[in-house]
């Protein structure tokens, strides 16, 4: 469930793009206005809004937004007015190919994605960045770790939440005996169920192997594999379970110690509100015994968090 707000009738977008290009006017952007107008929009209704800002003002919406903003909240609203699909491509081409490479910030976007979402995103990387998204994994990502990518890109699982409970059962065997059970690990038995199934099929594996072998799954992951590999298994294994829980974790882990680390906050902050950031705000209280909101709230400042909290939903008045 999301949490954006959106009115309850929609405006029309050539106003909003008006009533934006006033807000960039003049000394100093109104980035309460901004942010009113573009945190409280649709994919579909952002589309249309930089449409209508092309056509009036012969200007890309995101060439003035990244003029006028700056920080944190330049990132987080550059990444905002972006369609999902084009988001994830753009967040998985500067994870591969930036200044600055970040393999667990790919990994998560790969492996936390739906078949739909990942096909949607390859095409998107491809028309956008002109080259395939395949060929910047296999030019960053080495050895396991790559050849797990590159198999959940390709592999088109089912997205039901039916399982064949024979199938379950062999699963969980095969895993047991491709790691605990043997010394060393079958590394290619572990890409294969992990990139082959769905998400349902890998959740009752996991019940299915703790079932039969008194432990978790989780610790067999942790305890065969490691690195961005070990990385990738787990998240697939805990988005399978419970993406939402999965999430509030990410977030939390950003926001915990000395500095947060902004550009996980703002990833999963942008990519998830019009997903299931209620779940996750639920889930987040549920863990730590405070709401996502006072978390941000405590860890950000100025237009930046005003935006933040504008996406996850406010739930008492700062």
């Known amino acids: ?21 006033k807000a960039f006017k003049g000394f100093g952007c109104d980035s309460t206005t901004v942010i009113n107008i573009l945190a409280h929009r649709d994919a579909v209704q952002r589309a249309l809004i930089q449409q209508e800002y092309r056509a009036v003002f012969n200007q890309d919406l995101s060439r003035r937004v ?7 909240h330049k990132r987080a609203m550059l990444l905002w007015i972006l369609d999902p699909a084009t988001r994830d491509a753009t967040i998985l081409k500067q994870a591969l190919a930036g200044d600055v490479t970040d393999l667990r910030a790919a990994t998560e976007v790969v492996c936390s994605r739906t078949p739909s979402q990942l096909q949607i ?6 028309a956008r960045f002109g080259c395939y998204v395949e060929h910047d994994v296999t030019e960053r990502c080495s050895g396991d770790h790559q050849r797990l990518l590159l198999a959940y890109l390709g592999i088109s699982r089912y997205e039901g939440p039916e399982v064949d409970p024979s199938a379950v059962t062999l699963d969980a065997r095969e895993l047991y005996k491709a790691g605990e059970r043997r010394l060393g690990t079958d590394e290619r038995a572990f890409i294969r169920v992990f990139s082959e199934r769905s998400w349902a099929h890998i959740a009752a594996v996991a ?4 079932h039969m072998y008194g432990r978790s799954l989780e610790k067999a992951v942790k305890g065969e594999t490691s690195g961005n590999f ?21 977030l939390h882990k950003a926001m915990q110690g000395l500095g947060t680390r902004d550009s996980t906050l703002i990833r999963v902050v942008v990519t998830r509100a019009e997903i299931d950031m209620q779940y996750i705000k639920e889930e987040y209280h549920r863990l730590y015994k405070t709401s996502l909101a006072d978390a941000i709230y405590a860890e950000t400042s100025g237009n930046y968090r005003t935006f933040l ?3 996850v939903g406010r739930d008492r008045i700062y």
């Open 121 to 126: 995103m390859r095409q998107t990387y491809r």
């Open 66 to 72: 990244a003029s006028e903003l700056s920080g944190h």
């Open 230 to 250: 070990g990385f990738g298994l787990l998240t697939i294994l805990r988005c399978a379970e419970n993406p939402a829980r999965y999430f509030a974790k990410v």
């Open 309 to 311: 909290l504008s996406l």
């Open 207 to 210: 019940a299915a192997y703790q």
């Open 1 to 21: 469930m999301a949490s954006l707000t959106v009115p309850p009738v929609p405006p029309c977008p050539r106003q909003d793009a008006i009533d934006l290009h």
